[in-house]
């Protein structure tokens, strides 16, 4: 059982690293982030080229949604109180739902 849990973590973090878009490396947004790891707060810094009407997500390790933001502004910080100890993986996402960049980060408490 330990072997699966840590071969399905491996995976998923692998996976989770990599970008759904299917635009070019240098043609997409890249999403700045800090710290990483996180303890109390964590901000993201959005480039010029993300639209408004994209959607900014945040899935636990177990993929429930924990956070969820439209109307993006150039820099977001998320309060980090309520998150516990682990991975979390953010999705960039365009008005039709494509994901347009993916990533994740650390919750250290």
């Known amino acids: 059982?330990?072997?699966f849990f840590?071969?399905?973590?491996s995976l998923l973090l692998t996976c989770a690293?990599?970008?759904?878009s299917g635009k070019p490396a240098s043609d997409r947004p890249v999403i700045r982030f800090?710290?990483?790891?996180?303890?109390?707060q964590i901000?993201?810094?959005f480039?010029?080229?993300v639209e408004r009407t994209y959607t900014f997500?945040?899935?636990?390790?177990?993929g429930k949604k924990v956070h969820e933001q439209k109307?993006?502004?150039p820099k977001t910080t998320i309060d980090l109180s309520d998150y516990y100890r682990g991975i979390y993986i953010f999705q960039l996402r365009d008005k039709t739902g494509k994901i347009i960049e993916t990533g994740r980060f650390q919750v250290a408490k």
């Open 71 to 73: 109307d993006l502004q």
């Open 6 to 9: 840590t071969l399905s973590i």
């Open 57 to 62: 997500q945040v899935y636990n390790f177990l």
């Open 47 to 49: 480039p010029k080229l």
């Open 1 to 3: 059982m330990r072997i």
């Open 43 to 45: 901000t993201f810094d």
């Open 17 to 20: 690293g990599y970008s759904q």
């Open 34 to 40: 800090y710290p990483n790891p996180a303890v109390t």
